[in-house]
């Protein structure tokens, strides 16, 4: 007993749940920490745009002609588009919509597809048949390429933009619930809880949907990256809003590739907008992965 | 201890067995193809076994990686559901009960895990973890009592309740793990191979824990161990298993002083004597051949692909079913006597370039 008692003790740091053990982790990971800064910059700018920005985003504020597009200058920092307006802020705003239109479709794809997970998971037997077959089929097609396709059936426009990502992950985020709440139904874990007499509903709910969360969290993540990114090409090749006023960054791009040869500059800032809050999102979500994930752990 | 419904499934008179077990199998269908997915055949990981222990016992279960030890433990708390056969706890039918009767009689028959990190909900404290059982069941008393009380009794600090699965060593998870397992003050505990994931040195120290625990609450066990050096010295009755069914049963003293089954013959000799003239004196038996898979397991006596005393009569054709070959001792096999009495004696196959020891894990 002694002895046990003496290892017990000594404590292997000062500990924590899991959540605060990865806390721990993740705040030591540059690669976390290169994420999150990029992340909190992109959120940071899309929350504050109208009071950062220095001039209008949609009003021109300064002469161009399609052969002289003013490059950057003290007043404007990242130059004038090609209607004249502040460049700068355009991509400051442009960070705004990348923002609504990532997370709305994430809220949205995620939703449906943890519906249809949990449906096949909690379920299983022919439920489980048909929602996965359903999502097979929908994963089989390239992501880009079904958004086009659900986006071009829904007529242009941001709800469409936003419904087509949504969609797009749906079937993502439902393999992964089912998966992941199928492997923890068979775990041990689940079976000492069944074998001490924790009712199913509390083992659904306290143990197995908890412990599929993480992954959830994570996949989270990253859909929010890609979700930008598509939205982003969505934008370029025209299936988004058709205002000429909203400032977005795939839709900055298209409008600029006219100019591509006197105005190089305009594709390079929304594209590194793009990257940034891509990359950001993609090394947090990963360094959370890696952190959340048991078989990391000491 | 403080609990609404406290009426053990009626206690029997204390003659009858604690847990009765009759031709108990379970079988898991393996599927095939994608789109038509259909049963291309059964692992048949209990394939009929008959045991009884009786309260207060201990019952060693010895079997190889596979074959079967955990599915049995499981179904006998039927955590997988029993193909046929009958589970008799205390008197009561386990197989017939509702999803909740079963829940409650759960309550006087619990398991402690292979793998004492995959036991624990990596998200749940100790204290959770121990709680958890006293709240399902409605305990009536001081909870956060009871969880000091139950990490004394495994010889844990109080401290540990805060603390998560992750910060302790193998030992002190399986401290937990079995901490949880007599929280409810069960009459049955199966250990599911308590001690093979744990360091050699923490081994004898959770083999005592559980010893002790026995004689202080008075438990029945079944402990499951894969090879014998481990249930020797805590079984009353070992039962050997091969391929989903017990091929041999016997007082463990027996057992040791003359083991009757070419298996536990071969098991037996896999383990290392202290005493050099014995060591000296006695064959190593290997065995031929790699462990059939139990999706295929071969007909009339399961062992005879690897069986060094194998016959060319009745061994390949006629399945040994598991008889008293002496006052107290049951053996799956045909010849069971002329083994024992040497008139049959193994094949030389020690230099069978396919021979392996027993426990030797096929590639
Ligand atoms: N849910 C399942 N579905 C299909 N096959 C299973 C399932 N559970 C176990 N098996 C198979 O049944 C056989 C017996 O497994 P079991 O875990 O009972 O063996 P074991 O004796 O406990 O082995 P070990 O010493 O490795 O723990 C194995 O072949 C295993 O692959
Ligand atoms: S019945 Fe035959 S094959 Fe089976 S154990 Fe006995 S001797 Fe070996
Ligand atoms: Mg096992």
């Known amino acids: ?298 | 201890m403080s609990f609404p419904s406290d009426s053990p499934a009626d206690p029997v008179a204390s003659g009858e067995p604690l847990l009765s077990v009759r031709g108990l199998k379970v079988h898991f269908p393996v599927h095939r193809g994608v789109l038509l997915r259909r049963v291309a055949g059964h692992v048949r990981a209990v394939d009929g076994v008959d045991l009884d222990v009786a309260r207060g016992m201990t019952y060693g279960l010895v079997g190889e990686s596979g074959c079967g030890k955990s599915t049995l433990g499981k179904a006998v708390l039927r955590l997988v559901e029993p193909t046929s056969g009958t589970v008799l706890f205390n008197g009561a039918d386990i197989g017939g009960q509702s999803p909740e009767d079963m829940r409650r009689l759960r309550r006087h028959m619990q398991m402690v895990f292979q793998d004492p990190l995959a036991s624990l909900n990596p998200r749940q404290s100790v204290e959770s973890a121990l709680t958890e059982p006293l709240r399902a069941h409605g305990f009536t008393g001081d909870r956060s009592r009871r969880v000091r009380e139950l990490l004394d009794l495994v010889g844990m600090p109080s401290g540990a309740a805060g603390r998560y699965p992750h910060e302790f060593s193998g030992g002190q998870r399986q401290r937990i793990g079995i901490a949880r397992a007599i929280a409810l003050n069960p009459e049955l505990i199966i250990a599911d191979e308590p001690v093979s994931a744990l360091d050699v040195s923490i081994q004898a120290q959770i083999v005592n824990l559980l010893e002790d625990l026995q004689k202080e609450l008075g438990l029945t066990y079944v402990v499951v161990a894969h090879d014998l050096a481990v249930v020797r010295h805590v079984s009353d009755v070992i039962g050997v298993m091969y391929l989903g069914a017990l091929v041999e049963e016997s007082s463990s003293d027996a057992l040791y002083a003359q083991p009757l089954h070419p298996y536990t013959i071969a098991l037996m000799s896999a383990i290392p004597i202290p005493d050099p003239e014995v060591e000296e004196r006695r064959r190593r038996i290997l065995l031929t051949g790699d462990l059939p898979s139990p999706m295929n397991i071969p007909p009339g006596c399961r062992f005879h692909t690897r069986c060094p005393f194998r016959q060319p009569t009745r061994c390949a054709d006629e399945p040994p079913g598991l008889r008293e070959a002496r006052p107290g001792r049951k053996v799956a096999c045909h010849w069971a006597e002329e083994i024992a009495a040497g008139s049959i004696r193994a094949a030389a196959s020690a230099h069978d370039p396919t021979a392996t020891e027993v426990g030797t894990p096929s590639p």
């Open chain 1, 1 to 298: 007993m002694s002895l046990a008692q003496m290892e017990a003790v000594a404590p292997e740091e000062a500990g924590g749940s899991l959540g605060r053990d990865a806390w721990r982790r993740l705040r030591r990971n540059p690669v976390a920490i290169a994420g999150a800064v990029l992340v909190v910059l992109f959120v940071a700018v899309a929350l504050l745009a109208p009071w950062l920005a220095p001039y209008p985003p949609d009003k021109p504020v300064g002469q161009v002609t399609p052969t002289s597009i003013p490059g950057p200058s003290a007043e404007h920092w990242f130059g004038l588009d090609d209607l004249g307006r502040d460049e700068f802020t355009r991509v400051l705003w442009g960070a705004r919509w990348s923002l609504v239109i990532g997370v709305v479709s994430l809220l949205l794809g995620m939703t449906g597809g943890l519906l249809l997970g949990l449906l096949a998971g909690a379920f299983g037997g022919w439920v489980d048949g048909v929602v996965m077959r359903l999502v097979d089929m929908m994963l089989s097609v390239p992501g880009l390429l079904f958004a086009i396709g659900v986006a071009a059936m829904l007529g242009s426009g941001l709800d469409a933009v936003m419904i087509a990502i949504a969609v797009v992950n749906m079937p993502i985020f439902a393999r992964l619930l089912r998966g992941q709440m199928l492997a923890q139904r068979g775990s041990d874990y689940v079976l000492a809880a069944t074998a001490v007499g924790v009712r199913r509903r509390r083992i659904v709910l306290g143990h197995i949907l908890p412990n599929s969360l993480t992954s959830v969290i994570v996949q989270g993540t990253l859909t929010l990256a890609t979700a930008i990114v598509d939205a982003a090409g969505l934008a370029f090749l025209g299936l988004s809003s058709n205002d000429p006023s909203i400032p977005e960054w795939g839709r900055m791009l298209a409008d600029t590739q006219r100019y591509l040869s006197s105005a190089p500059l305009l594709a390079v800032f929304p594209g590194l907008a793009i990257i940034v809050a891509a990359l950001g999102f993609t090394l947090l979500g990963e360094s959370l992965r890696e952190a959340l994930d048991p078989k990391y752990r000491r």
